[in-house]
């Protein structure tokens, strides 16, 4: 049973072009999370989807960012035009629709380097 | 303003010993309450988690202290050993219960020197 998959594991961007980032939940899991870790920093929650719907997306940027998450195929946070101050480490993770409150489980990432 | 406070960024143990990491949080309402443990260029992995009904939780090694009135929690690891060595983030469950989003903490640094 494969884990969460993120895919690329790096990623280089110029300032102004776009970033997609891809995941792919845990089998049987309808949940996905997005999280972006600056240096030194924690984890910061982005957004929370389930198929084809934002359930929260208050850690969202208002502009540049957006994700989704549709009935088939990965969920993708695009960042559009990035900056420098986008370079991070960025988390999804996904939990089924009965797991336990809280507890995600967390792919290995991508880590954004804007030049 | 950080809802959840990892106040000491690094704490090195002798293998055997016992590990301590703190948590602070500041939201009464936090109910559920979970640490993860990373390693450089991985996502984090679940390690142990606590509901704020109970004020501790045991799980072979690990065990999670709950002090609510303090508002703070605590991680034990004992006996500590190499591979214990990794961040460990704290982390709240935002209000409500629900699968929403985690609060982290910044991370604890450990280090088991052998």
């Given at each position: 049973n494969a884990g969460v998959m993120q895919n690329p594991r790096h990623l280089v961007r110029r300032r102004g072009q776009e970033a997609r980032l891809r995941c792919s939940p845990m089998k049987g899991h309808s949940h996905v999370y997005w999280y972006r870790q600056l240096p030194e920093e924690g984890l910061k929650f982005m957004v929370y989807l389930q198929k084809e719907n934002i359930i929260d997306e208050s850690g969202m940027p208002k502009e540049r960012f957006s994700a989704e998450f549709p009935k088939e195929g990965p969920s993708i946070l695009r960042i559009q035009?990035?900056?420098?101050?986008?370079?991070a480490a960025y988390f999804c993770a996904s939990s089924p629709?009965?797991?336990?409150?809280?507890e995600q489980f967390f792919g290995p990432g991508t880590r954004l380097t804007v030049l | 303003d950080q809802q959840v406070k990892q106040n000491s960024p690094s704490l090195s143990v002798q293998e055997g010993r016992i590990s301590i990491l703190n948590c602070d949080y500041?939201?009464?309402?936090?109910?559920y309450f979970l640490w993860y443990k990373k390693y450089p260029a991985e996502g984090p992995t679940f390690l142990i988690s606590i509901s704020s009904i109970k004020d501790k939780n045991e799980d072979g090694r690990f065990t999670v202290f709950l002090n609510k009135s303090a508002k703070h929690l605590s991680l034990h690891i004992v006996p500590s050993q190499p591979g214990d060595s990794a961040v460990y983030f704290c982390a709240a469950s935002a209000p409500g219960g629900s699968q929403g989003n985690l609060i982290f903490g910044k991370g604890t640094k450990l280090s088991v020197k052998p």
């Open positions: 035009q990035v900056v420098r101050g986008d370079s629709s009965s797991g336990r409150a809280g | 500041t939201n009464s309402m936090f109910d």
